[in-house]
């Protein structure tokens, strides 16, 4: 199967907690950092969901915001993955941003380019992919 998310985040199934309808599925990527994902419970069982097994983190590069200094900052948002920029690609409107993650994992943003002006994005910068956990997905 081909998806046309851009992120498809290898890890490990590290904690599944199942609500009255939701679960909250928590995957510790090769590196180290964890990635939080809000799935249904039908998905859980359909998937076969459970601690230890191998799973994907799934996210449009759309879902992801990019945040420069903002260790230490509250957020709402589950995930906040520290990296350094790997490379940026403009466009007319929308810039692709690769984040190279602690441990390797690259994670792509697509933000504005005028955002990018404004955090003065360059290759090396010090970021933060942030993404809710309602906006990841699971695949197996």
Same mark, same amino acid.
């Given at each position: 199967?081909?998806?046309?998310?851009?992120?498809?985040?290898?890890?490990?199934?590290?904690?599944?907690t199942?609500g009255s309808?939701n679960?909250?599925?928590?995957l510790v990527l090769?590196?180290?950092q964890?990635?939080?994902?809000?799935?249904?419970?039908s998905?859980?069982?359909?998937?076969? +969901?459970?601690? *230890?097994?191998? %799973?994907?983190?799934?996210?449009? /590069?759309?879902?992801?915001i &990019?945040?420069k200094g903002?260790? =230490?900052?509250?957020?709402?948002?589950?995930? +906040?993955?520290? *990296?350094?920029? %790997?490379?940026?690609?403009?466009? /007319?409107?929308n810039?692709? &941003?690769?984040?190279?993650l602690? =441990?390797?994992?690259p994670?792509?943003a697509?933000?504005?380019?005028?955002?990018?002006?404004a955090?003065?994005?360059? /290759?090396?910068?010090?970021?933060?992919?942030?993404?809710?956990a309602s906006?990841v997905?699971i695949?197996v």
């Amino acid at each position: 199967m081909k998806i046309s998310a851009r992120n498809l985040l290898a890890g490990t199934v590290h904690e599944v907690t199942k609500g009255s309808v939701n679960a909250e599925v928590t995957l510790v990527l090769e590196g180290g950092q964890r990635v939080v994902a809000i799935i249904t419970n039908s998905s859980i069982d359909t998937l076969g +969901v459970e601690k *230890g097994k191998a %799973a994907f983190a799934i996210i449009k /590069a759309s879902e992801v915001i &990019v945040g420069k200094g903002v260790d =230490g900052t509250k957020l709402s948002a589950r995930n +906040v993955l520290a *990296g350094e920029v %790997a490379r940026v690609q403009d466009g /007319a409107v929308n810039s692709e &941003v690769e984040i190279k993650l602690l =441990g390797g994992t690259p994670v792509v943003a697509s933000i504005t380019k005028h955002s990018v002006y404004a955090l003065g994005l360059k /290759a090396g910068d010090q970021v933060s992919a942030i993404v809710k956990a309602s906006n990841v997905m699971i695949g197996v």
